[in-house]
């Protein structure tokens, strides 16, 4: 899971032709500066976004015409700076403790000199996920971050802190980001980072709902699940029945609820057998039936997973609760 080497070059011609392969045909790089030195570009992904790193000993001048459904967050510089102009949302240099965030977009140009740093590059489907699941709806119109990424700011930070992590583990073979559900978990965790340490259009939306209510997805699901702890039961239909994504309900239940729908399905399901035995007479019902009827098709699982839940074996739940017996 190292990252990989996109190119390296001493020659300033060979550079300038590279950089503009990586970043499209309908690109333009040129260099400002007239000395032969080092620029290089590597990088690996992170879940669906992907981090780059670049370093240049050039002053170079990019003018990104291609526009991506992206959102570029540029850390704060190790070296140099990299000054942004972003369609009509203005303009930032980041250097020192600076770093800017990109809409992609909106087309951009950039200078960079002695530039050394890097950045991750989000997918718009991934920042929409996370936050539908924090508003509870679509956002009515696209999400655009303030430019300027502040690192001595708590959220700026803690920003700028996980992306460095990130691409610091990028050059580990043996790394655990090697594994899907640790890039996704990493990834998610930069992307609520942003919405929540980043100004941006969304924020009073964001903390509005949160001093008030759960969002209505949570609740459609937590409604369906209930209604629904007998047979078998998809994520994807719980999601239909919320009215979001699967991810987008996933990221709404951690935020809310601390745990998932499926869990919160099983919780639900044990919960009713439990009434079921508890409501049962000795003999006219047995463990293995009351299972089934809930989805626990493994019964030793079945079980364990009571035992835990309640203290109790179902069997003994089943066999010690008092009931009266049946009239005849």
Not at 74 to 90: E, F, I, L, S
């Amino acid at each position: 899971m190292s990252r990989f080497k996109i190119f390296e070059s001493n020659d300033t011609e060979e550079s300038v032709d590279a950089l503009n392969r990586f970043f499209g045909e309908r690109n333009s790089i040129s260099r400002l500066s007239p000395t032969a030195n080092r620029t290089s570009i590597s990088g690996g992904n992170i879940a669906s976004s992907f981090l780059v790193h670049f370093s240049t000993t050039h002053e170079l001048a990019i003018e990104r015409k291609t526009t991506t459904e992206h959102v570029f967050v540029n850390t704060a510089p190790d070296d140099g700076y990299m000054q942004v102009a972003n369609g009509r949302r203005g303009e930032v240099t980041a250097c020192g403790s600076r770093g800017v965030i990109v809409s992609m977009d909106k087309g951009a140009k950039v200078i960079v000199s002695g530039y050394h740093g890097r950045g991750l590059l989000i997918p718009r489907s991934s920042i929409d996920d996370a936050l539908i699941s924090l508003i509870g709806k679509l956002p009515a119109i696209p999400i655009e971050f303030d430019m300027a990424l502040d690192t001595e700011s708590s959220g700026g930070n803690l920003i700028h802190d996980a992306i460095v992590l990130a691409a610091r583990q990028l050059e580990e073979a043996t790394s655990p980001l090697g594994q899907p559900s640790v890039a996704a978990r990493l990834e998610e965790f930069i992307i609520n980072c942003l919405l929540h340490g980043q100004a941006h259009n969304y924020r009073d939306a964001i903390t509005g709902e949160r001093r008030t209510a759960t969002p209505k997805q949570v609740r459609r699901a937590e409604e369906y699940i209930r209604a629904h702890t007998e047979g078998a039961v998809r994520l994807s239909q719980i999601a239909q029945a919320a009215g979001c994504s699967v991810r987008a309900l996933q990221l709404a239940f951690r935020a809310f609820r601390d745990t998932t729908p499926m869990a919160l399905l099983k919780q639900a399901r044990l919960a009713q057998a439990r009434s079921e035995l508890v409501a049962a007479y000795p003999g006219a019902t047995t463990v293995t039936e009351v299972a089934a009827k809930y989805g626990f098709y493994n019964v030793g699982r079945f079980a364990h997973d009571y035992k835990t839940a309640f203290g109790q074996s179902p069997s003994e739940t089943l066999r010690l609760t008092f009931r009266p017996k049946p009239m005849t």
